[in-house]
């Protein structure tokens, strides 16, 4: 699995269950449902970001070893 890619992953699965919990607690009238899924919504936009920040720095980490190889050889 590439750098980066299961936060990616466990941030949309974490997102989702939040808008879920989210709409449950529209739906139930629960207030507390209804922030704790807004909160795990932000949570998982958060872990997607890492994933990504994760991904880029890996791409660049390997156009950086290709360039020196390419020098050294």
Known sequence: ?????????????????GKV???WGEATNDP???AQGAQRQ???KADQA?????QTAGDVKRDVQNTI????S
């Open 1 to 17: 699995m590439s750098e980066g890619l299961g936060d990616k992953l466990k941030g949309n699965i974490k997102e989702g269950a």
């Open 21 to 23: 919990q989210e709409e």
């Open 32 to 34: 507390n449902a209804q």
């Open 42 to 44: 932000g949570e998982g």
């Open 50 to 54: 890492v994933g990504g920040v994760k």
């Open 69 to 72: 190889d390419d020098v050294t």
